[in-house]
């Protein structure tokens, strides 16, 4: 386990990169199973979601389509408990199996505020793929349909996840680690 520094917080490799890719590789393929002949739309959550959500759709071999929507509630390393739709869908996604693509689930408000955001626009389905779930956090009940990783209550980083706007470059997870 390497330790690095981010800011004034370090942090330790708790999901290596080759576990990573092999976790989105079948997650990839269960989605190509479950939406054979539907091409979905995945909808990444910014900016969280970017490197996971390209990584998966590399990965995808069924036609899909790809849009992004930006929402912030994160603040350094806690949530602001306030979640602001930042950019919004543009796409119609009326008849469309949609596919909301998130870093990670910790509390579920941000993905119950998205699907009840998309169930107005008329999709056929909307389901959730997330790279990490944090299952004790969550404060709603979510079906969430692709998870990666389930995790503990941490802090973490790398992947596309960041403290403070820094780490999100780094190829492996992190958490923090308490001095």
Known sequence: MSIIKVKDKRFETSIPEAEIKQRVKEVAG???KDMAGKNPLLLAVLNGSFIFAADLMREITIPCEISFVKLASYQGT??????KEVIGINEDLSGRSVII??????????????IETIGTRN????RICTLLLKPEKL??????????FR??????????????QQGRQLKD???LKED
């Open 30 to 32: 269960m989605i190509n």
């Open 78 to 83: 806690q949530s602001t408990g306030v979640i």
């Open 101 to 114: 693509v998130e870093d990670i689930v910790e509390s579920g408000l941000t993905m119950k505020r998205m």
């Open 123 to 126: 999709p056929a389905d909307v």
């Open 139 to 148: 404060k709603v009940d979510l079906d969430i349909d692709y998870v990666a």
């Open 151 to 164: 995790i503990p209550n941490d802090f973490i980083l790398g992947y596309g996840l960041d403290y403070d």
């Open 173 to 175: 997870i992190y958490t």
